[in-house]
């Protein structure tokens, strides 16, 4: 996800689109860039979702206390070649944190509500190895405020229950909530 200030843009994830057909992973990001090849170990996606599945997400590499760490996970971005990405991705793993379930096996769910969506997600897929469904926050938004500054995060993202789906656009109903 993208954050910071007007002058300044922090990348702490890449955000991308999972769509598993014909036993296949494709990895889209944002700007609807095709970043299958360089996130090899995220094709176990693929043996835990049914075809015609699509997902919403963020990769990520993890430092040793278990947080999103750039300089980690710009490692592995833009890379093209077999043995690069091979080696970078023994050296540097990453994690796919599941956030969105947006088609199931061939049926649109973009229209539903969130809460609808993410209970789906929630029945449909289990957190195993690169694959992670990172647990929603139940409290209140000053709670989940506490709860990130605790454990050292930059924030949260907050969507609305009853919102639907909206693919590249900015939303009310979806927002990031920065410490400052």
Not at 4 to 10: I, N, Q, S
Not at 24 to 47: K, W
Request: hydrophobic share 40%.
């Amino acid at each position: 996800s993208l954050v910071g200030h007007e002058r300044e843009r922090v990348v702490l994830a890449v955000r991308a689109l999972a769509r598993v057909e014909e036993g296949r992973l494709q990895l889209i990001s944002r700007n609807g860039i095709d970043m299958t090849a360089t996130y090899p170990e995220l094709g176990a996606l693929t043996s835990l979702v049914g075809d015609d599945t699509m997902v919403d997400g963020e990769i990520v590499a993890l430092n040793k206390a278990g947080r999103p760490d750039f300089g980690l996970l710009q490692k592995r971005m833009n890379l093209t070649k077999a043995a690069e990405v091979e080696r970078a991705a023994a050296a540097t793993p990453v994690q796919f944190m599941v956030f969105d379930l947006i088609e199931d096996e061939s049926e649109p769910l973009a229209a539903l509500p969130y809460e609808t969506r993410r209970d789906r997600l929630e029945t449909r897929l289990s957190s195993s190895g690169a694959i992670q469904v990172p647990p929603a926050f139940e409290g209140s938004a000053a709670e989940a405020m506490a709860t990130s500054r605790a454990l050292g995060l930059e924030g949260v993202i907050a969507k609305r229950r009853s919102g639907t789906y909206a693919s590249g656009k900015c939303s009310r109903s979806w927002i990031k909530l920065k410490h400052h």
